[in-house]
């Protein structure tokens, strides 16, 4: 039996926004957001590309990045894509 995987995401919107999330299937819910149905938050700032995703086996913890990421001001945010050696600058013009 396979087992299911849950995800922590991390988008980067066309206003240059970074937005966090969880799903257990990563481009469907990318899918989603860029058809303005993922979240109120993304709706407004599209298109929106995927950054950054990692998988985890249990869903709090997955949920528990999330939630981690999303309280943390835009320099602690800049610095975690910095360390998963994530670039993101200049690709904000979608």
Do not use: I
Request: hydrophobic share 35%; with cysteine.
């Amino acid at each position: 039996m396979e087992s299911k995987c849950y995800y922590f995401y991390v988008l980067l919107c066309a206003d240059g926004t970074f937005y966090g999330g969880f799903t257990d299937d990563v481009e469907a819910r990318l899918a989603t957001h860029n058809a303005g149905k993922g979240a109120k938050y993304t709706a407004s700032r599209l298109p929106v590309r995927l950054l950054y995703h990692e998988a985890f086996s249990e869903k709090h913890e997955a949920l528990s990045a999330e939630w981690h990421f999303k309280h943390q001001s835009r320099h602690q945010k800049e610095q975690f894509l910095t360390a998963h050696h994530v670039k993101w600058q200049g690709l904000s013009k979608l």
